[in-house]
Nanobody, 120 residues
Framework: QVQLVESGGGLVQPGGSLRLSCAAS????????MSWYRQDPANHRDLVATIASDGSTTITDSVKGRFIISRDNVKNTLYLQMNSLKPEDTAVYYCSALIVKYGAYRDEYWGQGTQVTVSS
């Protein structure tokens, strides 16, 4: 059993900051790429950022320079530092991870989502 648990969402004013976390637990042998997605009120789910196991990152243009993705491979935890937040960043944020379980093949796992609302 593998579980991804997100935390850190909430209500913030424009220009503010939030830090999201996503902790992976269970019978994990290897975690490959980890990503953050967001789903807006119109239910469009878009990739925000990805970080590989070697630490290399890709970030979508709309958040480049404002969001930072990172990971702690000891704690099996993914982070998203969000700065200079805008109302258009309002969405449910999901983490995903490509995980190899002991004695199994690689599969993609998802967190339950955490709401981020940017509003004055």
């Amino acid at each position: 059993q593998v579980q991804l648990v997100e935390s850190g969402g909430g209500l913030v004013q424009p220009g503010g900051s939030l830090r999201l976390s996503c902790a992976a637990s269970g019978t994990i042998a290897i975690i490959n790429a980890m990503s953050w997605y967001r789903q807006d009120p119109a239910n469009h789910r878009d990739l925000v950022a990805t970080i590989a196991s070697d630490g290399s990152t890709t970030i979508t243009d709309s958040v480049k320079g404002r969001f930072i993705i990172s990971r702690d491979n000891v704690k099996n935890t993914l982070y998203l530092q969000m700065n200079s937040l805008k109302p258009e960043d309002t969405a449910v944020y999901y983490c995903s991870a490509l995980i190899v379980k002991y004695g199994a093949y690689r599969d993609e796992y998802w967190g339950q989502g955490t709401q981020v609302t940017v509003s004055s």
